[in-house]
Each structure stands twice: as structure tokens, then as C-alpha cells.
DNA sequence: CGCCACCTCAAATGAGCGTTTGAATCGCAG
DNA sequence: CTGCGATTCAAACGCTCATTTGAGGTGGCG
């Protein structure tokens, strides 16, 4: 409860520097126990004691239990996004302004992926932006639905690869790839190697990437008898 | 409230039509809101004001919330697995005992699609198993992550039709294929319909079902660098 | 009819929730 | 040292929740 006295600091910014620090535990707390449990399972009790703070923190330092949820889903969404975006706009560079579909997708796959790496600092993030996405209500539930705007970059570099595609079929395979990315949730993973009786693990990120690349990949160059 | 009793019905069998109609009903009223809004938002005080019955009949005649979704969830799984198996099954004798890749990734993904279709009564079952997928917790967890029995059929149809594909490889492709439903929530539909500007629409359930196998059947069929 | 098992009902129980409050405490400036 | 704005704290508030209770009602059967 008295951490963050403990660490060795300047006095000169204590002040500060235990308000950050409270709310970086608040933020730190609450991500892990989200991701692990879910939203409405998780109480500001239960993230103040493992935080070890105050209870009244939370709504202190965010206003509401609902606020810091969002604010943690717009800082880690901002942060995932913008790593595709780099990634993505790199792609584009060295391609002379036109990726190939193979580029564009390790750059939609390999953020998520290797922050689930075993010893990753976000590793909790993943998992954290998964469940939001198909747990969040409200604030959350609106801008998942109606900010397209960074998926709107990989459609459009998508359809530029593809320009003999119809838009509708590159739109569905889009879909298709990132519902192979929602997928990787701790729990699918424990099915997966009950089910392969251990022969499929997780623990190589960069061969996974590679399958999950190599399978989205031929997807979209299959020109079907419906595209 | 007294619906039942309102209903026309022989008397010799009210009593059991009335039992009967009360566990009905709130078995329909609680599969449609957990699948609308979550577990852990719906309360049972809104399951029994939208059933129409008594606060108390959840307990009577479930014992718990929580045994009342497990019945839900085991009954929707048992359903969907069965029709699965049941296309399997047919596949398998139409092709001679080994039935190609296309026609077990039919057999895995037709059932929950048809169902999901505008007018199908079990359209709220398949948003209800995909959110007890992914939020559900205890005895549904313990099931999802140790009952793989219904997968493994499909893992080992699979195996058979690609026999010169590493067993791991299998596994994975499934995993990314299972994905590719599980991503089939009202929220990402819409999010789709704004990213393609009411481009990409899933009314017409068989032209979807045919992009699914396209793609997946794809990323099956290939012999990566990687496998 | 009278009994019985079954079911329904309104009311209550007690625990847990998010949030608020007002006093205490802090580093720091005057 | 004194006063001040920012932060932390223990305590409490009001509410909702799942569950329990015990009385009341029901139809079927001897």
C-alpha cells in the first residue's frame, strides 16, 4: 500500500511522480485482471487491492470504472494501430507503393502476434483488446463499430493488390483474416493443444505468423467460382 | 404473468403444458438476452420480466443463473455438434469414406451459418454459443478447453484428406478456420457493413457460406515452405 | 371430498457493487 | 512555520444482485 514511497526518488517530484505511479498500477491492475476475467467479473475492489491502492483511485484518477476501462482500450487500440500502420506504410515503401497482399497481411498479423509472446510487456494487451472487443458495451461498442478508419488503410492497400477482385470479396476476406486474429485467445490456445495432444503450440511466434500468413494469403489469391 | 394459463389446452395436461411452458420460456427469454447483452449483464430479474414468469422460477426450476446457462450452452452445443457430425457423417459416405477438404469445411461451418439467417429460430443460438465462447466461465470453460471430442472428428476427416500434411499443420489450419466463425457477431457485420459501405452484406447465407470454404479450403490446400 | 406432490408467488435476506464523502496527509511555495 | 492544492484514506451510502423463504394455489388420485 505504501509502494511507491518505497522506490528511491527524487523528492523534488514525489508528488508527481506517486500520482503517476498510482495510476500506472491502477491502469497496469486493471488491464491484467480484464484480460484475464472479463469486465463485469472484474470489481474496483478487486483492482485497487491488486493494485495496491486506495479504492477510491479509480474514480479519483478516471472518473468511473467505465472510463478507465475505455481509457485503456483507446491507449492499447491507439498502440496496436499505429504498429500496423508502420508496419503497413514500411510494406508500402519498399514496394514502391503497392504491397503485395503477403506484406499487407504480416502487417495486420505480426503486431498481435508477437505481443503475445511469452515474455512480451503486452502480452496482457492482447488478450486485454480481445475481450473488449467482443465484450465492450457502450463507449466501447460505438467506436468498434464505427471508427474504420485504420482497417480502411489495409482494405485499401488490399484491393490494390487485388484489383481484379471484386471490393465486396476483398471486404469478406478481410473479415476472414481478422477473425483468425480474435481467435488466438488464451483459452482457444489450451483447446488447441488438448486437442493436437501438444503438437501444436504457440511458443514460435514467427512460424506461427508464417502459417497464419500462408493460410490468409492463399485465401485471398483464390479467384473462386464466386470470387 | 399468467400467459400460460391463457393458452388454450386440454386440462388433463395443464399442469405438465404450464411446468412445460414456464421452463420454456425462460429458457428462450435468458438464451436471447445472455446473446444479446452478455451474462454478466443480464440479470434474473430480466430473464423472468421478459419470460413473463415468477423471480423465483429460474432457481426452482435451474437451482443457480449459472446452471440455467450451462443448460442453455449444453443444449445449443449438443445441437449444433449433432447437425455437424450429421453433414459429416453424410459427406463421408457420399465420398467413399473419405471425404475431400471442401466438404468437411462445409460440414463445419454450413450448420451455424444457415442458422444464423434472418428468419432461422435458431438465429440468437449461434450469437449465444459464440458469446459463451468467448465470456462464458467455469463449468463452460472447463467444457470448451477439455471437450474437444466433436473437433477431433473433424481433425482426423481432415487429416485423412490431406495425408501428406503434417499432423500440426492440420491443427492449426482448423484453429484459423474455427476462427473464421467465431468472428460472425452482429458487431463485426456492422462493422464490416461501414467499412465497405454496404458493400459486403450476409443476407444471402449460401453465397457466404461458398466465400467461407473458398478461402478456408485455400489456406488448407496449400504446401507452404512451412507446411 | 381430501390428500399430496408440484408449482407459483410476493417478500425478504444478505452480500457485493460502484460511487461519494470528508477528514487526513503530502510536497511545496510564500 | 503556515497555508494551499493535490492526493490518499477509511468509512459509509444507496442500490442491485442472486438466492431463499414460507404461504398459497393447482390438478390428479384414492
Given at each position: 500500500?505504501?509502494?511507491?514511497?518505497?522506490?528511491?526518488?527524487?523528492?523534488?517530484?514525489?508528488?508527481?511522480?506517486?500520482?503517476?505511479?498510482?495510476?500506472?498500477?491502477?491502469?497496469?491492475?486493471?488491464?491484467?485482471?480484464?484480460?484475464?476475467?472479463?469486465?463485469?467479473?472484474?470489481?474496483?475492489?478487486?483492482?485497487?487491492?491488486?493494485?495496491?491502492?486506495?479504492?477510491?483511485?479509480?474514480?479519483?484518477?478516471?472518473?468511473?470504472?467505465?472510463?478507465?476501462?475505455?481509457?485503456?482500450?483507446?491507449?492499447?487500440?491507439?498502440?496496436?494501430?499505429?504498429?500496423?500502420?508502420?508496419?503497413?506504410?514500411?510494406?508500402?515503401?519498399?514496394?514502391?507503393?503497392?504491397?503485395?497482399?503477403?506484406?499487407?497481411?504480416?502487417?495486420?498479423?505480426?503486431?498481435?502476434l508477437?505481443?503475445?509472446?511469452?515474455?512480451?510487456?503486452?502480452?496482457?494487451?492482447?488478450?486485454?483488446?480481445?475481450?473488449?472487443?467482443?465484450?465492450?458495451?457502450?463507449?466501447?461498442?460505438?467506436?468498434?463499430?464505427?471508427?474504420?478508419?485504420?482497417?480502411?488503410?489495409?482494405?485499401?492497400?488490399?484491393?490494390?493488390?487485388?484489383?481484379?477482385?471484386?471490393?465486396?470479396?476483398?471486404?469478406?476476406?478481410?473479415?476472414?483474416?481478422?477473425?483468425?486474429?480474435?481467435?488466438?485467445?488464451?483459452?482457444?490456445?489450451?483447446?488447441?493443444?488438448?486437442?493436437?495432444?501438444?503438437?501444436a503450440r504457440e511458443s514460435d511466434t514467427e512460424a506461427l505468423l508464417n502459417r497464419m500468413?500462408d493460410?490468409?494469403?492463399?485465401?485471398?489469391?483464390?479467384?473462386?467460382?464466386?470470387?
Amino acid at each position: 500500500m505504501t509502494e511507491a514511497r518505497l522506490s528511491p526518488q527524487p523528492p523534488e517530484c514525489e508528488n508527481a511522480e506517486r500520482e503517476a505511479a498510482t495510476k500506472a498500477q491502477v491502469l497496469a491492475a486493471a488491464e491484467r485482471l480484464f484480460a484475464l476475467h472479463g469486465f463485469r467479473s472484474v470489481s474496483v475492489r478487486d483492482i485497487t487491492a491488486e493494485a495496491g491502492v486506495n479504492l477510491a483511485s479509480v474514480n479519483y484518477h478516471f472518473g468511473s470504472k467505465d472510463a478507465l476501462l475505455f481509457e485503456i482500450f483507446r491507449r492499447r487500440t491507439a498502440e496496436l494501430n499505429r504498429e500496423r500502420a508502420r508496419m503497413l506504410h514500411e510494406a508500402t515503401g519498399r514496394h514502391g507503393g503497392k504491397p503485395p497482399v503477403r506484406a499487407i497481411l504480416t502487417a495486420l498479423f505480426a503486431p498481435p502476434l508477437r505481443w503475445s509472446n511469452q515474455d512480451h510487456p503486452r502480452r496482457v494487451s492482447v488478450q486485454f483488446i480481445i475481450r473488449a472487443r467482443s465484450e465492450g458495451a457502450g463507449a466501447i461498442r460505438d467506436v468498434l463499430r464505427t471508427d474504420v478508419s485504420h482497417l480502411r488503410r489495409f482494405a485499401d492497400a488490399l484491393i490494390g493488390a487485388l484489383p481484379d477482385l471484386p471490393r465486396e470479396a476483398v471486404y469478406w476476406r478481410l473479415h476472414f483474416a481478422l477473425g483468425m486474429i480474435h481467435n488466438n485467445r488464451f483459452a482457444e490456445f489450451d483447446r488447441l493443444h488438448v486437442l493436437s495432444e501438444g503438437a501444436a503450440r504457440e511458443s514460435d511466434t514467427e512460424a506461427l505468423l508464417n502459417r497464419m500468413v500462408d493460410f490468409a494469403e492463399a485465401g485471398f489469391l483464390i479467384r473462386g467460382h464466386n470470387t
